[in-house]
């Protein structure tokens, strides 16, 4: 009889069972308790990943309507009466008002010194102080208002530099520069900032009659920090 012929055998031999494990309670209540402690660890992450996402949000907004803003200033009238006279270096004198704008909602300044200053072709031929010290409320405006003078040795203007003021006058323009330095402090409620110097520069330009030309009236003067 041929291999292809033979009836196939049935094993009859008993197979190995898969082996049972038995678990005691202890291990299944260590089980619960592992599943217990990582579900409550997840929940605590989480409140305190939200509780974090909250406090920054709050925080950014607190900032954003806390944030301190520099003050801005504008050139209302700059003359040079003097210009339009002859002679009028014996009683040259220049005269200015610069507003200081307060644009906080929150935050009050203390201006604990301000000082003014003209120069022309960037050479100082001026200073005097300006202000007493003042504190400005938040949302306010302050008129600043100054005077440089050859009488009160304000102005140091000789006739070589006078005799330049007539030539540009007749050219119909002459240009300067009004600077204002000053020492502020902001203060939040009962909370104060460490001192800062702030300077202010204003280009102005006047016309043959000594008034400031209607172009450079209200202009907005930069200001940065030192």
Known sequence: MSSSDRLPIRDTRPQPQPVK????????????????TTRVTKVLCA??????LVSLIVFFIVWLSLRPHRPRFHVIDFTVPGLAQKPGLDNAVITFNVTARNSNQHIGIYYDSMEGFVYYKDKQIGSTPLLHPFFQEPKTTTVVYGQFGIGTATLAVNSRRWKEFVNDRQHGTVYFRLGIMSVIRFKVSTWKSVHQ???????????????????????KCSVYFS
Not at 47 to 52: D, G, K, T, V
């Open 21 to 36: 494990h038995h678990h005691s309670a202890r291990y299944y209540a260590q089980r619960v308790r592992e599943s217990f």
């Open 47 to 52: 409140i305190f990943l939200s509780f974090l």
């Open 197 to 219: 110097k702030m300077h202010v520069n204003c280009d102005v330009a006047v016309g043959s009659d000594g008034l400031i030309l209607p172009a450079w009236k209200n202009r």
